[in-house]
């Protein structure tokens, strides 16, 4: 890379890093596991979100040992509300085997480590220069603006290969001497300064050297083609009730969206289904009384599709044997299972 200001920029950009740096609690730690954790968490997922479930999930699994070994259910328990829950099986997935591979040590090399379950480029990187101060790329999203800024990089970050673009400059440009930092510094100027839209270029630190700022075009960078449009699905979700006051509920399939959360019963709409029937049919019940009077429609947009949800709160009587993974459940046991966000918000309303 003919980049004349790499010394400059380095200089500039982990200076500012160590005076404006975020407190953030996965940054006062040096420990590999806890640094991962932090890392998968944050996939797709605010810094403000993370904090609080950072800390009660270490809490819970100070050890890769203790991850290694917990109950799924429990797990994902831990995990509800942050979504995208392959997140946290594939994380457990790949503390297990460190602990059982590689006695319990995070390996330490870029070849190594992304065998890993679940560990990819960026999270790589991530542990790798912040827990090992290896000088190792970790390009995600904002890092991809930043340089596409500084550098002018015009390809779309959108096409899969673009990223290698990215890395090759991140090698080129990171600080030996401090990788983790000025992989984080990269990080923080993309969510703090180089922001999506009305960067903030007169309190840039790096300024000086960002190609696009002289151009006066740092709004227009990255380049980015629009996404398809979501798929929408639509579903009638049963609140079901039996005489004794305990509500239907089952678990998801063990592979696919939300595996092996709870929720309530949910038929599939189409032109030719009749989901009350689909619901008696499936679930071996009979609806007794319909609660006209309850009305609970919302949606939930998934990063691949968008679920639209109409809620049917119902009173039944269960004719004979329940499908396998459904059963009726106390209100009180139902809130110790793991539910994804479209069931909590229903939860929210039955108490």
């Given at each position: 890379m003919n980049y004349p200001y790499i010394e400059e920029f380095r200089h500039s950009l982990v200076e500012w890093f160590h005076q404006e740096k975020?407190?953030?609690?996965?940054?006062?730690?040096?420990?590999?596991?806890?640094?991962?954790?932090?890392?998968?968490?944050?996939?797709q997922t605010r810094v403000d979100t993370v904090i609080p479930y950072y800390n009660r999930?270490?809490?819970?699994?100070p050890t890769l040992q203790s991850l290694a070994y917990a109950p799924q259910e429990e797990l994902l328990k831990m995990w509800e509300g942050l979504g995208y829950y392959s997140r946290a099986r594939n994380l457990q997935a790949g503390v297990k085997e460190v602990v059982e591979k590689y006695d319990a040590i995070v390996p330490d090399t870029r070849h190594d480590i992304s065998k890993l379950k679940g560990i990819g480029p960026y999270?790589?990187?991530?542990?790798?220069?912040?827990?090992?101060?290896?000088?190792?790329?970790a390009v995600d999203g904002n890092v991809m603006r930043v340089l596409s800024?500084?550098?002018?990089?015009?390809?779309?970050?959108?096409?899969?290969?673009?990223?290698?673009?990215?890395?090759?400059?991140?090698?080129?440009?990171?600080?030996?001497?401090?990788?983790g930092d000025f992989n984080q510094a990269l990080m923080d100027l993309g969510a703090m300064i180089c922001t999506p839209t009305s960067p903030?270029?007169?309190?840039?630190?790096?300024?000086?050297?960002?190609?696009?700022?002289?151009?006066?075009?740092?709004?227009?960078?990255?380049?980015?083609?629009?996404?398809?449009?979501?798929?929408?699905?639509?579903?009638?979700?049963?609140?079901?009730?039996?005489?004794?006051?305990?509500?239907?509920?089952?678990?998801?399939?063990?592979?696919?969206?939300?595996?092996?959360?709870?929720?309530?019963p949910m038929i599939e709409l189409n032109e030719n289904a009749n989901s009350i029937e689909s619901f008696q049919h499936n679930y071996n019940v009979i609806i007794l009384e319909k609660a006209d009077d309850k009305?609970?429609?919302?949606?939930?947009?998934?990063?691949?599709?968008?679920?639209?949800?109409?809620?049917?709160?119902?009173?039944?009587?269960?004719?004979?044997?329940?499908?396998?993974?459904?059963?009726?459940?106390?209100?009180?046991?139902?809130?110790?299972?793991?539910?994804?966000?479209?069931?909590?918000?229903?939860?929210?309303v039955l108490n």
């Open positions: 975020r407190d953030l609690p996965w940054r006062r730690t040096s420990d590999p596991y806890k640094i991962w954790v932090s890392e998968v968490m944050l996939q999930f270490l809490d819970k699994y999270t790589a990187g991530a542990i790798l220069s912040i827990a090992y101060n290896k000088p190792e790329h800024r500084v550098l002018h990089i015009t390809e779309d970050i959108a096409v899969p290969k673009t990223k290698k673009v990215f890395e090759e400059a991140v090698d080129a440009l990171i600080d030996e001497d401090y990788p903030k270029c007169l309190l840039c630190p790096v300024r000086d050297y960002c190609t696009a700022f002289q151009e006066g075009d740092a709004d227009q960078l990255p380049i980015k083609s629009k996404k398809t449009k979501t798929k929408k699905v639509k579903f009638d979700v049963f609140v079901a009730i039996d005489k004794e006051g305990k509500y239907l509920v089952e678990k998801r399939k063990e592979e696919g969206l939300l595996a092996n959360m709870w929720q309530f009305d609970l429609n919302f949606k939930h947009i998934f990063s691949h599709l968008t679920w639209e949800l109409n809620c049917i709160f119902v009173q039944v009587e269960q004719q004979s044997t329940l499908p396998n993974d459904a059963l009726f459940l106390a209100m009180d046991s139902i809130q110790a299972l793991p539910m994804p966000v479209p069931m909590l918000k229903i939860m929210n």
